[in-house]
């Protein structure tokens, strides 16, 4: 394999975690084969966004072009495809985002390559990339390789750390293929998410309560620990879902994404629809009362027990350790 190629994602303004992510891991996969490391960089007035890239890859390549200002999944398949074609990179990586959902699919559909989706990693295996995938709710891990390259991936965000990285890559202007406005879709406008009292995006302490709780009434409790150690309530989707908090305290993939300096999971399983969310925090710590709840691999600290002895213990002994 002579080339990875990674497409950068970036909106509003700003480039996306992800693509450093992926640059980090397609810079790991680049060395151990030799292989060029270059980030495919779509968009209008990008610039400042190929200075920041020119340190993740050997080379960047960049279309600008007034018809890209915003993402629109048939405009980018038309470039991104024009770009694979002609120089075959034997690996793709494309960030699984609304974009990269939106995008890969039909990207790889149009090649005739091969594409794994949602992945939690990607090795070399024998010299080819293996991909890793969770099933069953992250119950399982399953390992699939690709049948010959090139191949594509759409890559889960915050599945790789951003490794600091000093390479000088070069910079490459690519003319744009489109030559008229797509227009079968139309990007309007760019919504937020509403707000609502707290914005738990910003909090940095967390206590995020999950079905182990069992009932409405027991809330208090966790209430309490977040109130002694300062920081906010979220929780995963049962609690929303039965209206015991309000969906901008929803922590996941269909919630918010959360980087916190201490995030405490209490009675949280650890589906990887949770821990998307969550995985970012600098010190987890799970509170679980199955020694084999899934939180833990990614749990700092982890109290194997149950919810309705720790937590009260817990919040007792901050309250005395803030008094002394
Ligand atoms: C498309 C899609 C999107 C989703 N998006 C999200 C999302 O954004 N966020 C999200 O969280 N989920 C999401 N989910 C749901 C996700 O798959 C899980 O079902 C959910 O995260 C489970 O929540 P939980 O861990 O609170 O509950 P459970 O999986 O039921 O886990 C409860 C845990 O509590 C523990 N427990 C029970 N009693 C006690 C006790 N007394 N003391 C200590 N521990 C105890 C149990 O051991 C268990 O591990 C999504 C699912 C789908 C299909």
């Known amino acids: 394999m002579k080339e990875i190629l990674v497409l950068a994602e970036h909106r509003m303004g700003e480039l996306r975690d992800v693509t450093l992510e992926m640059l980090s891991k397609g810079r790991e996969l680049a060395q151990a084969l030799d292989a060029q490391l270059v980030a495919g960089l779509l968009g209008r007035d990008v610039a400042v966004f190929s200075e920041t890239l020119k340190k993740w890859a050997h080379q960047v390549l960049v279309v600008d072009d ?24 034997g690996l793709t990586m494309i960030g699984h985002t609304s974009f990269g959902v939106d995008l890969a699919p039909p990207l790889a559909t149009q090649l005739g390559i091969p594409l ?7 090795q070399l295996k024998d010299g080819a990339p293996l991909a890793t995938r969770q099933v069953y709710g992250g119950k399982l891990i399953s390992e699939v390789s690709f049948v010959g390259t090139p191949c594509m991936v759409t890559l889960r965000q915050g599945a790789f750390p951003v ?3 000093d390479l000088k890559g070069k910079i490459a202007a690519v003319d744009s293929p489109l ?4 227009t079968c879709r139309k990007f309007l ?5 509403v707000v609502g009292d707290v ?3 910003q909090a940095d302490i967390i206590v995020s309560v999950g079905r182990g709780i069992r009932e409405e009434k027991n809330m208090p409790i966790v209430e309490g620990l977040a109130e002694a150690m300062g920081g906010v309530l979220a929780c995963s989707r049962p609690i929303t879902d039965s209206g015991w908090l309000s969906s901008d305290r929803q922590v996941g993939q269909s919630g918010r994404t ?15 629809q949770h821990i998307t969310g969550m995985s970012g925090a600098e010190t987890i710590v799970a509170i679980n009362r199955d020694p084999n709840a899934p939180i833990f691999s990614v749990a700092h600290y982890g109290i194997v027990g149950d919810l309705f002895q720790v937590v009260p213990a817990l919040t007792e002994k901050i309250a005395e350790a803030k008094e002394n």
Request: charged share 30%; hydrophobic share 40%.
């Open 66 to 89: 007034s018809k890209l200002e915003n993402f629109n999944a048939d405009a980018y398949q038309k470039v991104l495809g024009d770009i694979i074609k002609k120089r075959q990179p």
């Open 116 to 122: 794994i989706t949602d992945c939690v990693d990607i």
């Open 163 to 165: 490794e600091e990285s």
């Open 179 to 182: 030559t008229e406005e797509i």
């Open 189 to 193: 406008q760019y919504v937020e998410a």
């Open 199 to 201: 914005d738990i995006t």
């Open 258 to 272: 959360v980087k916190p300096k201490v995030y405490v999971a209490v009675g949280i399983s650890g589906a990887f």
